[in-house]
Structure formats: C-alpha cells, structure tokens
C-alpha cells in the first residue's frame, strides 16, 4: 500500500486526503459536479478537488446473494435437498446444517421463478429488502415438503455478492439483421434493421471511467451497493485490462430497496444493482479521467446477432442533451383496451385498470428505461432518449433512436450525491485498501 498511498496530485497524498476529510477541509464533489465545473471553468480548478463520488445503476447479471436462516424446529428434517423462495430455485449449502432446521442458500439474481415468468432473483431481493415476507418451500431428504413463511428480519444472515459489476462503462446494440432478435439487451424483440438501440453505461459518473488503471479502488475499498455500506472483494470475472469490473458485497439488512430489483428483459428476469465508489484524487491519471465527459468517452456498437464491433459512437450522443427522468400524464391516456406499455415494461412499474380504463404508473418503480415511450400510442409518457450517433467501420455517420436504456443514471446521480454527503457528514469513512487489485 505504500506506492497507493505516495501517489501525489499536486502535494496531496490518499492519507493526506484521509486527513482533510476528518478535519473537515476536503473539497468532495460528485462527478456530475465535476463535469459542470469543468464546462464553466479551465480543467486546472479540479486540482482543488478531493473526492470525487462516482456511481452507476444498471442491470448486473452477475449477482447472487447468500441467505442464512430457520425454517423449523431442530430435529424437524435432517437435511434439505432443494428449496424454493417465492417459487425461485436456490442452491442449498453449502452447509449441510444437519438437524438444526437451518438453511443455508445461494440465490442467484438472474434465478427465474417456476411459476411467475417475469418475477426473479431481483425481485426477490427488493421484495426482502422492502419488508415482504416471502414462501419458503423446503424439500427434504426423505422428499417430504416443508413449507415457511420468512422476511428478512427473520434472516440473521443475509449479503448480496457481485461477481462482476461497475464495469467501465458497457456497449450499445443494434440489430443489422432482417429478423427481429430476442436477447437479455432489449426488453421486446429487437427490431431488424437498425430500427432502434439499446445500450447500458452511466457515462462520465461510472466508477471505473474515473479510476481505470484501479489506483485507489483495491481490495477492501469501501463503497455503497444499493445503499449499504460494502467492500470491494477484487476484480471481477470477465474482467479485462480494457474493460475492467469489479467483484464486491455489503449486508442486505442496510441496503434501499429503490437502488435495486428485476427487469424483465426478452429472455426473461434480469437484476439491477447500484453501485457508488469515491475515488480521492491522488494522480495525474485521475485527474485527467475526471475531467473527460460523456462526449469523449467511447461507446462501442454492437451487433446483437454477432456481439461484434460494427460502429463507434460516445456516450455524450445518449447521455447528453436527453432527458434523464421518464415523465407520465396520466390525462393523455386513452384507455386502450390492450397497454401496450404494460405489456412492456420491464419494471412492471405501469398497471392498467380495466374497470377505470385507464394506466397507473408506481414511480419508485420506474427504471426511467423510456421504453413506454415508444410503445405508448397517446404520448402519456414522455421522454427525450437521443440517438446513437453511430460511425460505422466504412467511415459512414449513421443515427438510431434509442429506445431502451439499460442503466438509470437519474437514480445513480441521487445515490453518488448521497455518498457525498455521507462523507461529508462522517456518517460514511473512506480507508485505504489493503492491497491493489491485478
């Protein structure tokens, strides 16, 4: 940890930071605080910068969490060989906890529940995290079922672990093909021929954008997933030098359900995670990363029938000049007798009333994805998504309308600023790693 903690930007070190921090001196700033500053003043001003809170909300395949808890009397069963949450599989162990009535489970977030096709793992763990009680189905060794009834005040155990999250920002897709194409990157069938992209990616606030050479975020970095308190555990799998994500846990118990959940892609439940990481500003390297915006930072165009590079645009043609927050009129809806918007979203965050003939919309649900703008018929919601402002391999300058966002940075705007505050307020302690990652 030595050449983390020499590490200089001007004459302050991390540990110098640390200080400024306890005396109530340190300059911390979110990154979108940052990218302000540096359009309305010369880049030199971020030398008086501290922190830096960054963060990301997105859908995070790589998520599972690890539950431990009762679910009868000692002696009831001896040991169980599957179980169930709310009709989502979980992987029992990995110990056996013989005769104590105890259960020790993996659930994965990416889990589908046997009988509610649009409901898994996410759901589950925003369900638990809201105070639902959930239906435990416990199968014996002897095949007999046990059945329970459990919240997660009732878990004395319960942390959620990404194996790979925050990556340094993602991709956008678009389908060149003739068919439409199901896929786990679009919430409908993605239509042929370029008629509409996706992409994932919170741009200029995402952590690893900030830090990409990971010279203060290593092993044990404290940081907030889904608002709880957690550490970095590592490099996450899938990680490359290029693309770089990481791995890390905190306690269920802590978290805000509005930071987390399902979403239901077109080949079913995905999970979306949020993460916030303050990067103190110790090297020339950061600074010069902090200061970069959406507009200059690259996002690559896939093909989501290869996964291959066919074209390159930026982060700024989706992320700048758009609308962050998906906006509902409730007076603009006609009362179709089939919502299309219902059928679509993927937070199932709109419910249409047959009898009043008319859609609701639970907003601490919405993903602000804006695909209910372009299912809805009547515009009772609103949004400016952009365009990818694609260039293709042969040199060609080629525009798609976005029509489904993967990742919500207005919540990853309120959790960064929350971690501002937090430090701020000394409710939330930044420490140096233990060890560098790679």
Request: proline share 5%.
């Amino acid at each position: 940890m030595a050449k983390m903690a020499s590490s200089i930007t001007g004459n302050k070190s991390y540990s110098e930071i640390l200080e400024r921090i306890e005396r109530r001196e340190a300059v911390v700033l979110t990154a979108e605080e940052v990218s302000h500053l540096v359009e309305e003043r010369d880049r030199s001003s971020l030398v008086e910068v501290d922190v830096v809170t960054t963060a990301t909300r997105a859908v995070m395949s790589g998520t599972y969490a690890v539950l431990s808890f009762s679910v009868a009397d000692p002696g009831s069963f001896q040991r169980a060989k599957k179980a169930w949450l709310n009709g989502i599989p979980a992987q029992v162990g990995p110990c056996p906890n013989e005769n104590l009535g105890v259960l020790d489970l993996i659930v994965f977030g990416t889990a589908h529940s046997s009988d509610r096709p649009d409901y898994g793992g996410g759901h589950l763990f925003r369900d638990l995290v809201e105070g639902k009680t959930i239906h435990v189905v416990v199968q014996k060794d002897g095949g007999d079922l046990l059945q329970a009834e459990v919240g997660l005040e009732n878990m004395p155990q319960a942390r959620m672990f990404g194996s790979r999250h925050a990556f340094k920002n993602y991709s956008a897709f678009v389908n060149p093909g003739s068919h439409p194409v199901r896929t786990i990157f679009h919430a409908r069938d993605f239509e042929p021929h370029c008629q509409g992209a996706t992409f994932s990616g919170c741009g200029q606030i995402n952590p690893l954008k900030n830090d990409p050479l990971l010279e203060t975020i290593g092993i044990g970095t404290r940081i907030l997933l889904n608002g709880a308190e957690g550490y970095v555990l590592g490099m996450g799998t899938r990680s490359s030098k290029e693309r770089p994500n990481l791995s890390g846990f905190a306690d269920m118990h802590k978290m805000s359900a509005e930071y987390m959940g399902g979403f239901v892609t077109g080949m079913g439940p995905e999970c979306i995670c949020s993460l916030a990481v303050p990067i103190p500003l110790v090297s020339p390297t950061i600074l010069e990363e902090i200061a970069r915006r959406d507009r200059e930072i690259p996002l690559p165009v896939n093909d989501i029938n290869t996964r291959k590079v066919i074209g390159q645009a930026d982060y700024g043609s989706v992320w700048e000049d758009v609308d962050l927050e998906v906006e509902f009129d409730p007076q603009q809806c006609r009362g179709c007798r089939r919502c299309l918007v219902e059928m679509a979203c993927p937070m199932r965050a709109v419910r249409y009333d047959q009898g009043a003939r008319a859609a609701s919309r639970d907003g601490s649900l919405c993903f602000h994805c804006g695909l209910c703008v372009t299912e809805c018929p009547n515009s009772a919601f609103r949004c400016h998504l952009g365009a990818l402002r694609m260039r293709t391999a042969k040199g060609d300058l080629r525009e798609v309308p976005v029509v489904l966002r993967q990742s919500d940075k207005l919540r990853a705007l309120k959790l960064s600023e929350e971690l501002k505050e937090r430090i701020l307020d000394g409710s939330f302690r930044m420490a140096l790693p233990v060890e560098r990652i790679g």
